[in-house]
């Protein structure tokens, strides 16, 4: 198994790891504490932001010499106030060139650090009032500017990430068959999706359904991993909230061979948890969950009660998995 976690929640509870620290601890800081969770092999970089006192060649020796791996960038624009507006989609020519140059330059730090992963997370293309935006202009950008920054680096994998809103009212990218569907009027083989657990709630979704239709359509690049209660983006711990459906998700991922990083995508930040005992924990959970995960994927009676849908059989397989002798 090959796990990451969000680098920037590495930073909650500084005096547990940092005592009398003063001001944020720095990128190589947030590194350092990552590498004490058992169980962590990878990290995520999100671009610009943790570029900021370091280049990627600097970086890129860090993590060597902590004995991380890197899984790849993330394109991150809302830290840059210019585009928040937009930033494929902006309406003025050129930040919406700006935005392209900033995350080329992203694709070529990237490989300059030996990753070939890009996630890309469009959060300020969208809109919030009704006669705001010409929407067929709207999606034109949106589809020029991917198709832009895929080819600029044909050997990256360029993998999509959605959300349905936050932090504009409707983001334009904002369920599995929007984004399926700009993959597929593109046409280009480096694009991928990148599932955020939290995000498919949110879109009212059926985590399991999505990666089938995504494997079947596309190529699942990234798996972010939290739970929520749906209504936003909680990034609470993996399993907390919807058990059965995460167990549902890694099931389908077994099947469909899955072999990249889970990513850990959740917010000890939010209510101060102690982020390396929440991250060990996510990790417990989900080496617990793919257990079971791998044992209902080779289950014959259960994939034929899925073809004949038959729900009772079904249940029955999965809470003895679950229970075991106490289900009985």
């Known amino acids: 198994m090959k796990f990451a976690a969000r680098l920037n929640s590495f930073g909650t509870r500084p005096e547990l790891q940092w005592p009398g620290l003063s001001g944020k601890p720095t990128v190589l800081q947030l590194l350092e504490r990552a590498r004490t969770v058992k169980g962590l092999t990878h990290v995520d970089l999100n671009y610009p932001n943790h570029f900021r006192d370091a280049d990627a060649r600097t970086r890129a020796s860090q993590l060597d010499a902590l004995g991380l791996k890197l899984n790849g960038f993330a394109m991150r624009y809302y830290s840059e106030p210019e585009f928040r507006r937009g930033s494929l989609t902006h309406p003025d020519p050129a930040t919406r060139q700006a935005a392209i140059d900033l995350a080329k330059r992203g694709l070529d730090d990237l490989r300059s650090c030996g990753g070939s992963l890009m996630t890309f997370w469009p959060g300020q293309d969208g809109f919030e009032y009704p006669f ?7 999606w034109d950008l949106q589809v020029q500017g991917i198709r832009e920054l895929a080819e600029h680096a044909p ?15 409707f983001s334009l990218l904002n369920n599995a068959g929007t984004t399926l569907l700009a993959i597929k009027e593109l046409g280009l083989k480096n694009l991928a999706m990148t599932l955020d657990f939290g995000h498919v709630l949110y879109a009212g979704e059926q985590p399991a359904c999505t990666a089938a239709l995504v494997s079947k359509h596309c190529r699942l690049a990234g798996l972010h991993l939290n739970d929520a209660y749906g209504h936003r983006d909680d990034g609470m711990m993996v399993g907390s909230v919807h058990t059965i459906q995460t167990i549902e998700l890694l099931t389908q991922l077994v099947r469909d061979g899955y072999e990249g990083v889970i990513y850990f995508d959740t917010f000890p930040d939010a209510i101060s948890l102690d982020p390396v005992a929440e991250t060990e924990a996510n990790i417990k959970t989900v080496n617990a969950m793919m257990s079971i995960a791998r044992k209902l ?13 038959d729900v009772l059989t079904s249940q029955r397989i999965v809470q003895t998995a679950l229970f075991g002798p106490a289900y009985a």
Not at 132 to 138: C, I, P, R, S, W
Not at 297 to 309: H, I, S, T, V, Y
């Open 132 to 138: 705001h935006v010409d929407y067929q202009k709207l």
């Open 297 to 309: 994927a080779n289950n014959e009676e259960l994939r034929a009660a899925g073809e004949k849908q």
């Open 155 to 169: 050997d990256v994998t360029f993998s999509l990430e959605y959300k349905p809103n936050e932090p504009r009212a």
